[in-house]
């Protein structure tokens, strides 16, 4: 499968930008979604930063995150493979509980059918620490890993699939309805992000392309 794009330099984006009146969007400070304040017990952090796998279904990182609306906030979870960097699965509510992440699991479940030990990294969050999503992991064969304390870095390839999501949608828009915002972020993520997004981490192409490669080659 051919690779997309063309190489340039910064400074030839920064000409071209600076040409068609075009701007960057600045990301906004890191704010913690989940609590991880709590007495329920931890897992050490088996992925220590190692960002990439060799096959589908080895490693994936889950985390939330929030979206402004005129109703209040929606909370969106997030599951995402490390070979293909595609979002497996992911789940939207106004209310950030246990079952939030359960529901976003359970559909990446669903549709990745994982065979072997998958590596499930997150934060210390209640949510992931939960005796429910612990159980959940064990029965689909799930490993967890969990970042270390308050380090939002020890889980940066998720953190970064947000702050995309947030600059390239949803800073655009001003969403009357939590249903309005679902809608839009399931239709990027679906359509966009898993199918038409290019990637350099996995050699500019999209997600979708990345998995498809390792399946037709095996």
Known sequence: MEQQGVNVSGK?????MKELGLKSRTIKKYKATTNSKHNLPVHENVLDRRFTADAPNRKWVADITY???????????????????????????????????????????????????????????????????????QK????????????????????????????????????????????????YITCFYNGKRIHSAIGYFTPNQRERMYYTAA
């Not at 030839?12 to 071209?16: D, G």
């Not at 699939?161 to 655009?172: A, T």
């Open 140 to 187: 689909y064969g799930l490993k967890s890993s969990m970042s270390r304390k308050g380090n939002c870095y020890d889980n940066a390839c998720i953190e970064s699939f947000h702050s995309v999501l947030k600059k390239e949608l949803i800073y655009l828009e001003k969403y009357k309805t939590r249903a309005q915002a679902k809608k839009s972020i399931f239709e």
């Open 67 to 137: 979206i402004p609306t005129s109703e209040g906030w929606l909370y969106l979870a997030s599951i995402m493979d490390l070979y293909s960097r595609k979002i497996v699965g992911f789940h939207m509510d106004e209310r950030m509980t246990k079952d939030l992440v359960l529901k976003a699991l359970d559909q990446a479940y669903s549709l990745q059918r994982p065979r072997g030990e998958v590596l499930h990294h997150s934060d210390r969050g209640s949510q992931y620490a939960s005796l429910d999503y612990q159980a959940r992991l």
């Open 12 to 16: 030839t984006v920064a000409r071209i």
